[in-house]
């Protein structure tokens, strides 16, 4: 039997949508921080954003390294980033089974709001750092393998469409390898 989720996969239009503004208290916005809730697992990924779930918002779920808990955050936007790039490995649940090494700013600062509406300010750093500029990412319509050069990026697109093709419903295959959560 096959297993419903409710994390959207590529290529789902709703991965490549700008999502709109989050309200704090809204019931759009309590249901999309609901989904994220559901779906938010620490041991398959550090972070989930709302188009990933259904809801074309600006919310995301992470799971910093100094928080003891997952934390939604409204509205995140990067207003600072260092010149500074570390390249590691990325890997996102709406791209099941793909990874990559890609480049991104070393450290950032992120204004967001929790989900009371209150204002908060970031600065992150290495994984916490690449984390948020991944959800942020999801927010604009951008997938990580968006960042890598043309040919890479088409050759890991053609492996992804002929796994997806051969992968038979009910599949008992893990939907990603890997030693670390997808970001």
Known sequence: MQETRMIRIYPDPILRRRASPARPGTPETEAAIAALRAEFDPERALGLAGPQVGHPLRVVMV????DEAPRVLLNPEIVE?????????????????LEAELARAAWVRVRAQDEGGRDVLLELEGLDAR???HEVDHL???????????????????????VRESSAPGSSSRERGGSRPAL
Do not use: K, M, W
Not at 140 to 162: C, K, M, S
């Open 63 to 66: 799971n910093l390294s100094d």
């Open 81 to 97: 980033r260092s010149p500074e790039l570390e390249v590691d490995t990325e890997a996102c649940l709406s791209l099941p089974g």
């Open 131 to 133: 984390l948020l500029q």
């Open 140 to 162: 604009d319509g951008i997938l990580f393998i968006d960042h890598l050069p043309t040919r890479e990026r088409r050759e890991l697109l053609r492996r992804y469409r002929e």
